[in-house]
């Protein structure tokens, strides 16, 4: 690998603060160690329309406390086929790119997966994605700053719910993992929480809330993911209304602001660690593999395994919510 000299770096898919941390953790590890880094702007897109540019350290100065990315990102379908991998390679070539290192989340890594069946250039990604939907790392870029902002909203509403006596279906992002209704809901002591990993038996949902009511109790704070398979917020909360027409029932989709602001402290160290393995996993040999972080410690783990699946929701966690909301 002492062979490699010019890096290229990459966002793609949805962004997550603490990216641009880890772009600056890449280029500034990379030009310590003699490396030329490129940025590609626009994922896999700019790849192929060769939006690429060399990197100086001082192109990431003052960016570890801004949200969003510096080199901007998309999604591309065009990348997925064959012709669009040949002109990203082509593009790689063009600029002597000898190595990549990739940002992203589940959607990143599956087209990393199908690009280097095709073609053979090392690679390292980086968890970066809210949703913590990856395996092989313990914690994904950007997933404890969406819960502290979830966090901070829902205990906003709560205050409204209790001025109000209100109950509030509040909508978190998550289409496919349950990871930010979790933690936020635990957090903002909710008395429901609703996920994609668990079948949702709105009766159950409902004579919760029955009880509640007949115990006079104020305020009932119900956190749904956005891809529960009951439905979203909406739903929900037209459910509960039919069942309970005299309830004052409110809605609340929390959105993209999950996605936005400054990141963490947890997320700058994250983002900084991971960046910085990254390159030395580029300079030992060491790619074709995603790093991130397991009881604290860096680890690397293939891209094919990183995309078959998240690890489990423990089960004494949602069981741990029933006990504490009664």
Request: aromatic share 6%.
């Amino acid at each position: 690998m002492n062979s490699i000299k010019n890096i290229g770096i990459l966002t793609s898919g949805g962004d997550s603060p603490g990216m641009n941390a880890a772009v600056r953790a890449v280029v500034r590890t990379g030009i310590h160690y003699g490396m030329d880094v490129y940025g590609i702007r626009h994922g896999y897109q700019g790849m192929i329309d060769g939006d690429i540019f060399k990197m100086q350290t001082t192109d990431v100065s003052n960016i570890i406390q801004r949200g969003g990315t510096i080199l901007k990102t998309a999604r591309s379908k065009e990348f997925m086929t064959p012709d669009g991998m040949q002109k990203a390679y082509d593009q790689l070539k063009k600029h002597s790119i000898d190595a990549l290192v990739l940002i992203g989340g589940d959607g990143t890594f599956r087209g990393a997966v199908a690009f280097f069946e095709q073609y053979t250039i090392p690679a390292v990604g980086i968890p970066g994605t809210i949703d913590k939907d990856l395996a092989g790392t313990d914690f994904t870029i950007g997933f404890d700053t969406a819960v502290n902002t979830a966090v901070e909203a829902i205990d906003k509403i709560r205050d409204t719910a209790d001025a109000h006596d209100r109950l509030f279906v509040i909508e978190v992002m998550g289409r496919d993992a349950g990871y930010i209704a979790l933690n936020s809901g635990i957090s903002c002591g909710a008395e429901d929480i609703l996920i994609p990993e668990q079948v949702t038996d709105i009766d159950e949902v409902l004579n919760r809330i029955d009880i509640d009511e007949r115990r006079k109790k104020s305020v009932h704070i119900i956190v749904v993911a956005e891809g529960d398979d009951y439905g979203g917020a909406a739903q929900v909360q037209d459910r509960i209304k039919n069942r309970f027409p005299d309830l004052d029932v409110r809605s609340c989709v929390l959105g993209h602001i999950q996605r936005g602001g400054a990141p963490s402290y947890a997320d700058r160290v994250l983002a900084s660690r991971l960046g910085y393995a990254a390159i030395n996993a580029i300079r030992s040999g060491n790619t074709q593999v995603m790093a991130g972080i397991i009881n604290g410690a860096i680890s690397f783990t293939p891209f094919k395994n990183v995309i078959k699946g998240n690890a489990p929701i423990d089960p004494d966690m949602l069981d741990m919510i029933t006990v504490l909301s009664s």
